[in-house]
């Protein structure tokens, strides 16, 4: 198992993270607010965290060997500040 905020992910680190055979992918996402991220983590990167997720996801989706064995998961914090985004963010983890 392998946990990220994916801040830090390009296309030739989501090739590595594949050819490693990592069985979980875990993406650390709190809201799909932009506003609300930047008020969580003190960071304006919240464009930048969905797209690599995003591109992870595309790259891993490419290939049926991937797609089939490495199994991904969007990690919450639920807070007060949060929790009315639950069912959005079952609908972009679903997507």
Do not use: W
Not at 58 to 81: A, C, F, H, S, W
């Amino acid at each position: 198992m392998f946990a990220t905020n994916a801040s830090l992910l390009s296309k030739s680190v989501i090739r590595k993270l594949l050819e490693l055979k990592v069985d979980d992918i875990g993406f650390s996402l709190d809201t799909l607010d932009a506003e609300k991220y930047r008020s969580i983590r003190g960071v304006n990167l919240f464009r930048k965290v969905k797209g690599n997720i995003e591109s992870f996801l595309e790259e891993r989706n490419g290939d049926p060997l991937y797609k089939k064995n490495v199994y991904t998961t969007i990690q919450m914090v639920v807070t007060d500040e949060t929790i009315e985004e639950l069912p959005s963010m079952i609908g972009f983890t679903h997507e």
